[in-house]
């Protein structure tokens, strides 16, 4: 148990170091090329933090780890969401556009319900029968990823966040240099805390379904958590937003996408709650943005995302 803490401890150390050296080069590949920081978000950041998640969730699939496997992305999703959103919007508020509220949120909802009906048959089975996302539901969601990447390409050229922006200090090989060390300590710190947590979490009796919801999931979002609180505290709020939007998108097209063509995932541990309150985060971040924050998730709204965040992880405790 000690090795354990101590691992877990280390693996949070090596995560914040990846995540202030992946912030500093993306943000500099961004103003080196004129990109909008929200296209960098959405693509180089949101990709390389999803990696923990990934690996996590194929590999687990892989073992007959179903529960591990789905659980991870769903609570990442939500956690993405809710927590990190929240924490970073206490840090400093987080300013939509307009062009955000009607592209980048709503593709966010569609991959919540896409997973949903990919896992539709979970929803209406009769008890004790056994429910999977099967091949072809991994297939349905590759072709909205597909959809997905071809709309990213699209914006890039729309999109003039990084236009006029100075202080280019860093040379094209520190900036790669940069992007590859922070995503290499943070899938090999992540690994790290998510191997001691779930022991941690094994050694309390918790369920594969809940320990991927909670522990393995928080654990494999602290990339895009370091690295959103990391952005929003040096005024990259585009990255800090297009980080989460792009991981949680990436998440479910990509991830399970993959996972469930590869090898079909069991649903038994899971109830519809779970894919509800997914879909529920999406909205309400949608409606937080839209309709009470004037385009800006401010402190107390971040505040209140955290709250709905406890919320669930309470419920699931009392569900285990």
């Known amino acids: 148990m000690i090795i354990s803490i101590l691992l877990f401890i280390g693996g949070l150390a090596i995560i914040l170091l990846g995540a202030n050296l992946l912030t500093d080069g993306a943000s500099a590949l961004a103003r080196r090329f004129n990109i909008s920081e929200l296209v960098i978000g959405l693509t180089i950041v949101a990709l ?3 990696l923990p998640e990934f690996v996590i969730s194929l590999g687990s699939a892989l073992k007959g780890s179903s529960g591990i496997s789905l659980g991870n992305i769903i609570g990442s999703n939500i956690f993405n969401t809710l927590l990190i959103l929240g924490v970073a919007a206490l840090i400093s508020p987080i ?3 307009a062009k955000m509220l009607s592209r980048e949120i709503p593709f966010n909802l569609l991959s919540a319900i896409a997973l949903t009906l990919a896992a539709g048959g979970m929803l209406f089975a009769e008890s004790g029968e056994r429910q999977y996302i099967t091949r072809n539901g991994g297939l349905l969601l590759l072709c909205f990823l597909a959809v997905f990447i071809r709309y990213t390409f ?13 202080g280019v200090t860093m040379g094209m090989g520190k900036i790669l240099l940069y992007i590859a060390g922070g995503l290499t300590c943070l899938i090999g710190g992540g690994n ?3 191997d001691a947590a779930t022991e941690i979490a094994l050694a309390f009796g918790l369920s594969e379904a809940i320990i991927g919801i909670t522990i393995v999931s928080a654990g494999s979002s602290l990339p895009e958590l370091a690295v959103s609180v990391n952005a929003a505290r040096k005024g990259n709020v585009g990255i800090a937003l297009g980080n989460v939007l792009g991981s949680n998108i990436l998440n479910i097209f990509f991830i399970i996408g993959c996972t469930a063509t590869i090898c079909p995932i069991e649903l038994s541990q899971f109830n519809y709650v779970d894919f509800y309150v997914l879909i529920a985060s999406a909205i309400i971040l949608y409606a937080v943005g839209k309709f ?27 569900r285990n």
């Open 48 to 50: 390389g933090t999803s």
């Open 154 to 166: 699209s914006i890039t050229n729309d999109d003039n966040e990084g236009e006029g922006k100075e």
């Open 95 to 97: 300013k939509f556009n």
């Open 192 to 194: 790290l805390f998510v």
């Open 292 to 318: 009470f924050g004037k385009n800006t998730i401010n402190r107390a709204e971040g505040a209140a995302l955290i709250c709905c965040y406890i919320a669930y992880t309470t419920y699931l405790i009392l």
